[in-house]
T-cell receptor
């Protein structure tokens, strides 16, 4: 079955550590996105990538980094520079050139700093 | 001003009620519009696309008003299972070939027995 998979579902990080969240899709989508959601809030865009080896900062990129070495994969690293990383992280993908196509989401990773 | 704005709610309605949400967008170059539903602690899932002529899917009706730059979602005969947060999504297709996908912050609906 085609879909988008995030792992792990729950992640605990000690202060000062970097952690990497995985996002893999087999939908053959060019575009991939990372969003952060805080309790009771909407989705805020961290980074997005329209094609392999290309990515752009979103609204809240500070303290995060990404790579897009393969079409299927768009990992997000939460660095120690991100001062308040506890949140629900959602990865999405969509077909880049088809205008009226929706984005599909992974099940999310819930990151907690301990 | 936010690019996409929604009333956060919560909208508390009794079962069987009709409820409507609006979502305004600031960029007139916006080209595609969607409503997503998000259940508590879950990922958003597509509810319906919004077409220029308006569209209906069962109890749900979506409309687009380009002149006033808003989209709406109408839910008739509300069910308890409709309780969720409803997110509007606006897509712009840029000259560079990139798509900018912007979410509203969501409107929370609570349907009560």
């Amino acid at each position: 079955d085609g879909g988008i998979t995030q792992s792990p579902k729950y992640l605990f990080r000690k202060e000062g550590q970097n952690v990497t969240l995985s996002c893999e899709q087999n939908l053959n989508h060019d575009a991939m996105y990372w969003y952060r959601q805080d309790p009771g809030q909407g989705l805020r865009l961290i980074y997005y990538s329209q094609i392999v080896n290309d990515f752009q900062k979103g609204d809240i990129a500070e303290g995060y980094s990404v790579s897009r070495e393969k079409k299927e994969s768009f990992p997000l690293t939460v660095t120690s520079a991100q001062k308040n990383p506890t949140a629900f992280y959602l990865c999405a993908s969509s077909a880049r050139t088809v205008i009226n196509t929706e984005a599909f989401f992974g099940q999310g990773t819930r990151l907690t700093v301990v | 001003r936010k690019e996409v704005e929604q009333d956060p709610g919560p909208f508390n309605v009794p079962e069987g009620a009709t409820v409507a949400f609006n979502c305004t967008y600031s960029n007139s170059a916006s080209q595609s519009f969607f409503w997503y539903r998000q259940d508590c602690r879950k990922e958003p899932k597509l509810l319906m696309s919004v077409y220029s002529s308006g569209n209906e899917d069962g109890r749900f009706t979506a409309q687009l008003n380009r002149a006033s730059q808003y989209i709406s979602l109408l839910i008739r005969d509300s069910k308890l299972s409709d309780s969720a947060t409803y997110l509007c999504v606006v897509i712009q297709f840029m000259d560079t070939g990139r798509r900018a996908l912007t979410f509203g912050s969501g409107t929370r609906l609570q349907v009560q027995p």
